[in-house]
């Protein structure tokens, strides 16, 4: 008796705050479906009606390109990030070659320096490669970033797999790229997904490096619009500002749905790089 | 070292299948981590005029400029108060949510914990910079609540925008320490449960007794993130205030974003990187050495 009122309180409190964190959000997906006359007298009426649909087709055409952009960053560096880490940790994980130890503790070495320190010589260095306000300006940094981390785990995966399983391919005479294809590819799947959604949610986060590489506004990322729509419209047309909100949100509420198990993963080892 | 030598050409393939990463990393990691020191040393405008000035811009940064100590002043004040935030919020979450009965049930809340995640973070800026706003959902609260004596502009008052952006994000739940935490409680052996309960311990000392210890590690964990996380991040304020008005919410990581954008000094910027991550450095290895005694 007394543990299921102590289970009723726990649940109250847990599920009071959730729901504040999510407050601001459910505010951003009501308050889109108002009309703007109703937003600007009070918070709560909606006399004209619920005309979501009406705010969101006059900002689709607006918030479509910002999101097209940044998905196809974002699956670009994901792309490379998974390559070449693989490529790279296999090499590690593998083989043993002369300098291997330095090479190896060189990169993990990375996970120390502090973005913020590494900013603006990385903009210049950008900026001298003439990469300024082209996609490779978020692209190749991005993948470099994501290197680190991931080859720093592919190689703790990689040097677990049994080895009797490589030998024995090795032994058929399988090549070595028909190794890594078949064999090693498909059991890191849970790894590489996690390290792709990381990355992949990076993209659709970062700001300020976005900002500072991209004039053109149609290079521009999901993160960069909002902020210029937010600015653009000023202190009116709030409603059509969420209706954007809500939209930008959606390709990543999919990718949430898709791989759940993979972004709850993600999300932990991500905070873990430091 | 001929023989060195001579096994590295023989495995010439595998020095050529680093290359990509190690290109990579070199041009953007590698070089860009030792060009912040060596320009820091320097007045520099990122392009044609660069005049080497030795310690000049730390000596300035450090003595003569009124905004940096100020500054710093306020990052520690930020991240003393997201450490807090972080540390209870999830913890406290983390808590109530392990003592869930039903496993289904902690499956849904944990889903819940991250779906904030979902959303690209300025999106919660931006709406928090539209709370704050004069006639937003904070003002709207408070007049609700009958206190309408207290609304004011959040933002643009000197006096009370550095408490805004501390407020913001309310109430504090962050997804990734919250799960941090839960990993740490499914971590905890059972057994240490069953002995507390036979020695009759009851649940408040239980968990500082038992619980809070057996979770520092998770605790340090979190610490240290906030704490790196925190010293770097300026994209709310950017975007919240913009370091004002004045210079009430201006903090270091700002300062090095405006130096170099909007006054061209790179070299300066650089070394107020350079002192934040020297800030960062003694953080990290504070902790590792308190790691290595416990």
Redesign the interface.
């Known amino acids: 008796m007394r543990k299921n009122r102590?289970?009723a309180w726990?649940?109250l409190?847990?599920s009071g705050?959730?729901f504040?964190?999510?407050l601001?959000?459910l505010?951003?997906v009501i308050q889109s479906l108002r009309a703007q006359i109703d937003y600007d007298s009070s918070?709560w009426s909606i006399s004209s009606g619920m005309i979501g649909f009406q705010n969101y087709s006059a900002v689709l055409s607006s918030v479509y390109p910002y999101v097209f952009n940044t998905f196809t960053y974002s699956i670009a560096t994901v792309a490379g990030v998974l390559a070449?880490?693989t490529?790279?940790a296999y090499?590690f994980a593998r083989?043993s070659?002369?300098?291997k130890q330095l090479?190896f503790s060189s990169?993990i070495a990375?996970m120390?320096?502090?973005?913020?320190?590494?900013?603006?010589?990385?903009?210049?260095?950008v900026?001298r490669?003439n990469l300024l306000d082209t996609p490779w300006a978020l692209i190749?940094?991005g993948?470099?970033?994501g290197?680190?981390f991931a080859?720093y785990l592919l190689r703790t995966f990689f040097e677990q797999i049994a080895m009797e399983i490589i030998e024995a391919a090795r032994i058929d005479g399988a090549p070595e790229w028909r190794i890594i294809g078949t064999i090693v590819v498909p059991l890191s799947i849970p790894t590489l997904a996690t390290i792709g959604v990381l990355n992949f949610?990076w993209m659709?986060?970062a700001?300020?490096w976005p900002l500072?590489t991209l004039s053109s506004s149609e290079k521009w990322t999901?993160?960069i619009g909002?902020?210029f729509l937010?600015n653009a419209y000023g202190?009116a047309n709030?409603v059509e500002?969420y209706a954007a909100?809500t939209l930008?949100?959606i390709p990543?509420?999919i990718l949430?749905i898709i791989a759940?198990k993979y972004?709850?993963q993600g999300?932990?080892s991500?905070?873990?790089k430091? | 070292m001929m023989p060195l030598v001579k096994s590295m050409a023989r495995k010439k393939y595998i020095y050529i299948s680093l290359l990509p990463a190690f290109m990579l990393l070199v041009t953007f990691q590698y070089i860009p981590f030792f060009n912040a020191f060596y320009r820091s040393f320097f007045d520099w405008n990122g392009a044609n005029r660069a005049e080497f000035v030795g310690l000049d811009n730390f000596i300035d940064l450090l003595f003569r400029n009124p905004d940096y100590l100020p500054s710093l002043g306020r990052m520690g004040v930020i991240v003393l108060v997201q450490i807090l935030q972080g540390v209870i919020m999830s913890l406290f979450l983390a808590t109530l949510i392990n003592h869930v009965k039903s496993e289904r049930t902690k499956y849904l809340y944990r889903v819940f914990v991250i779906l904030p995640a979902v959303v690209p973070g300025i999106i919660g800026t931006l709406l928090w910079k539209n709370f704050y706003s004069t006639d937003g959902l904070i003002n709207q609260i408070l007049v609700f609540l009958g206190q309408a004596h207290y609304t004011t502009t959040w933002l643009g008052n000197e006096h009370t925008a550095l408490l805004a952006i501390l407020f913001m994000g309310f109430p504090w739940i962050n997804g990734t320490f919250t799960l941090i935490y839960l990993a740490g409680y499914i971590g905890i052996n059972s057994e240490i449960y069953d002995a507390a309960n036979i020695d009759g311990v009851n649940i408040w000392s239980r968990f500082w007794k038992v619980e809070f210890p057996l979770l520092l590690p998770q605790t340090r964990l979190i610490v240290l993130l906030a704490l790196i996380g925190s010293i770097q991040n300026y994209e709310n304020i950017l975007i919240l205030t913009n370091g004002g008005p004045g210079t009430s919410t201006l903090v270091p990581g700002l300062m090095l974003f405006q130096y170099a954008f909007s006054y061209s000094q790179m070299g300066y910027a650089c070394a107020i990187g350079i002192l934040l991550f020297m800030i960062i450095i003694t953080i990290t290895i504070i902790n590792q050495s308190w790691g290595r005694e416990s």
């Not at chain 1, 120390?112 to 260095?125: D, E, R, Y």
């Open positions: 102590f289970q726990i649940h409190i847990i705050i959730l504040m964190s999510l601001p959000l505010f951003m918070l070449v880490s490529l790279t090499i083989f070659f002369p300098l090479l990169i990375l120390m320096i502090p973005g913020i320190l590494t900013f603006i010589p990385q903009f210049l260095m900026f490669l190749l940094p993948i470099s970033g290197l680190i080859v949610l659709w986060n700001y300020i500072v999901v993160s909002m902020a937010s202190g709030e500002q909100y930008s949100s990543l509420l949430f759940m972004f709850l999300i932990n991500g905070m873990l430091g």
